[in-house]
């Protein structure tokens, strides 16, 4: 479980988190969702310490990660995994290279036992045969399948996903989701994805919070979302619908 208690974030004198509280469950696809510039990104970047809030707290489980000092918060990250929106794979790296690269950070484990473990994460994700290869030799899909094996690698308590399926084609959205959803149930993590997509929503939306402005706006489940009486819900919904209908008629 991690829980959000009253967090505000500002940025030069602009509020950009006002007074959010949230709960995130365990073994659950928590969606955050809202238009570009409502503050989801920076609640994701807060909640993991990227960005240190104003006021408020992040707990994880019983701890307050708010409270701890940078080596105290090693332990925690440990059991964080972490999916950027571009994938954020090294360059300069191989797969395999990628995917062990946490367990290089934080594991004293042998080669032989690093090389195992990263297998078993890319057969998981799906990708065999690609230790190898460099990013500039994979497809947008299976830049993102990496991305997640390397979030997996270290059996994370906790995952984290900013936009999986930013420029990713609707069949191949589709694959990832599966995938985030699979990996959450099947090891019990609690997941938190940032999103505007709601295809994403309405396949591996068990939690649902919109946020608008800068403030928690509704939070419910996929089911209760089209039938929700909120009216900035509603007008992004039914945006982001007619958005991929017509990018689907080009």
Not at 89 to 103: A, G, K, W, Y
Not at 160 to 182: K, M, Q
Not at 219 to 228: N, P, R
Request: glycine letters at 8%; aromatic letters at 8%; a negative charge.
């Amino acid at each position: 479980m991690i829980r959000a208690e009253h967090l505000c974030k500002s940025f030069e004198g602009r509020t950009v988190l006002d007074d959010i509280c949230v709960e995130f469950d365990t073994g659950k696809t928590n969606l955050v969702i809202g238009r570009s510039g409502s503050g989801k990104t920076v609640l994701l970047k807060s909640l993991v310490g990227l960005h240190e809030v104003d006021s408020g707290s992040v707990w994880y489980d019983d701890t307050d990660f708010t409270k701890l000092g940078f080596r105290e918060r090693k332990a925690i990250r440990r059991d964080i995994g972490m999916i950027f929106q571009g994938g954020a794979l090294l360059d300069s790296s191989t797969v395999e290279e990628n995917v062990r690269l946490p367990l290089d950070l934080f594991t004293e484990q042998s080669a032989a036992e690093k090389r195992d473990r990263v297998n078993f994460c890319l057969q998981r994700v799906r990708l065999t045969d690609a230790n190898g290869l460099y990013p500039a030799e994979l497809s947008g899909g299976m830049i993102k399948r990496v991305a997640i094996a390397r979030a997996i690698v270290l059996n994370p308590k906790y995952l984290f996903c900013d936009e999986p399926n930013s420029g990713l084609d609707p069949r191949t959205a589709v694959v990832i989701d599966n995938l985030i959803r699979e990996i959450t149930e099947e090891y019990r993590i609690t997941t938190i994805v940032n999103t505007h997509d709601m295809n994403s929503v309405m396949e591996i939306g068990e939690k649902v919070v919109y946020i608008h402005e800068g403030r928690k706006w509704w939070e419910g489940t996929k089911e209760e979302i089209l039938h929700a009486d909120n009216r900035e819900l509603n007008e992004f919904v039914f945006a982001s619908a007619m958005a991929k209908r017509a990018k689907r008629a080009r």
